[in-house]
């Protein structure tokens, strides 16, 4: 078959391995990257892939087949009304967790979104096949085409209405954003009590915790003294949070959390 001509809107993390992926795949071209600005970084991902580039709506290609918008979630809306008056016959596709199909469907005969459920960092290596790829269109007609297209990224798709994708991108955040954060208050209170290069000594655990808790499941994986419901322990770090109302507040909370997970019953 043909390759599937592919113009890319927005030049942040997940254009990056989008064009990356595309261009090492024989089925699809890249043949645009458009952002609002002519940066360094945008005509960069441009000429590493040997494709056009532009910074005005007006000049976008419109023979293109598929147009990812790789914007941020809160530029999604005005974005797909720029795109709008193209008249282009192509899929135009948002990669939002959390956005609603309507909000481009509404201006864009065409539409559908693709996200890929994993964070995207440019440095990151990251292996498409293990990428669930949960997407959804307006028509039979593009949806079929969607999941011909995803199919080239990932053997692991899933059609997904917006507001079950919403509840995923919800966990997504719990799982991955929220954990981070955690990961960095640990090491920041890590590195109050001992030297920097100590820090390190956290490693080995979050390795081990998080090997644990794919093998068992959070639940039965759960270790601490918020599972033992030591009072004494927890009173300890409480003291050593006192200076820090935002961290000590935090670790009642999920204090309490553990405790009311490992008292449910099924």
């Known amino acids: 078959m043909n390759p599937i001509n592919i113009v890319i809107i927005g030049t942040g993390n997940l254009s990056f391995h989008l064009s990356h ?3 090492s795949n024989k089925h699809m071209r890249l043949v645009q990257v458009f952002n609002h600005r002519k940066t360094k970084v945008a005509t960069q991902l441009a000429n590493s892939h040997n494709c056009g580039f532009t910074s005005n709506y007006n000049l976008i290609n419109t023979e293109a087949d598929v147009y990812f918008i790789c914007v941020k979630d809160d530029a999604i809306a005005e974005v797909a009304k720029k795109l709008a008056p193209l008249n282009s016959k192509g899929l135009f596709l948002h990669t939002s967790g959390s956005i609603d199909i309507s909000v481009i469907s509404n201006c864009l005969k065409n539409a559908g979104v693709f996200y890929p459920l994993q964070t995207f960092s440019k440095n990151d290596t990251l292996d498409w096949n293990e990428i669930p790829i949960l997407i959804e269109a307006n028509s039979n007609g ?16 899933k059609s997904m209405s917006s507001q ?47 090997n644990k808790m794919l093998a068992l499941g959070p639940k039965s994986a ?5 599972k033992r ?34 008292n449910e019953k099924f």
């Open 21 to 23: 992926f595309i261009s």
């Open 229 to 262: 419901n030591d009072k004494v322990t927890m009173q300890k770090h409480l003291t050593i949070l006192k200076s820090n109302k935002q961290l000590s507040t935090i670790y009642k909370s999920l204090s309490a959390l553990i405790i009311s997970q490992q």
């Open 164 to 210: 079950k994708r919403l509840t995923v991108h919800l966990s997504a955040v719990f799982a991955c954003n929220f954990t981070n954060a955690l990961y960095e208050a640990s090491q920041q209170i890590m590195s109050n009590g001992v030297s920097k290069s100590e820090v390190k000594l956290l490693e080995p655990l979050m390795k081990q915790s998080f």
């Open 222 to 226: 759960q270790t601490g003294p918020a």
């Open 142 to 157: 593009s949806l079929s085409k969607l999941k011909t297209l995803a199919k080239l990224f990932s053997p692991l798709v």
